[in-house]
């Protein structure tokens, strides 16, 4: 989708912006979509069980997806013609 706005190699200036080794927002992101996907469409089970999320692994994920956000609120502002 940055790509769409002019945004070209959208993973390494993510990275640079919010100040993470390279290549971690990525993983990061897709950590995000596979746990998205398991609670979608498997109602978050591990075996028989549902899994566990606690309140502190939410708020860190908040807060990487807070700063995913604002990066590309950046970039996308420095790709403006």
């Known amino acids: 989708m940055l790509s769409l706005v002019g945004v070209t190699d959208w993973a390494t200036k993510l990275d640079k912006e919010r100040g993470v080794p390279r290549g971690e927002t990525q993983e990061f992101l897709r950590r995000i979509t596979l746990r ?4 979608a469409h498997e109602g978050d089970r591990v075996g028989r069980g549902r899994a566990t999320l606690d309140v502190s692994e939410a708020r860190a994920d908040l807060q990487d997806l807070e700063s995913v956000v604002r990066a590309i609120q950046v970039v996308t502002e420095r790709s403006r013609p």
């Open 36 to 39: 998205r996907n398991k609670i």
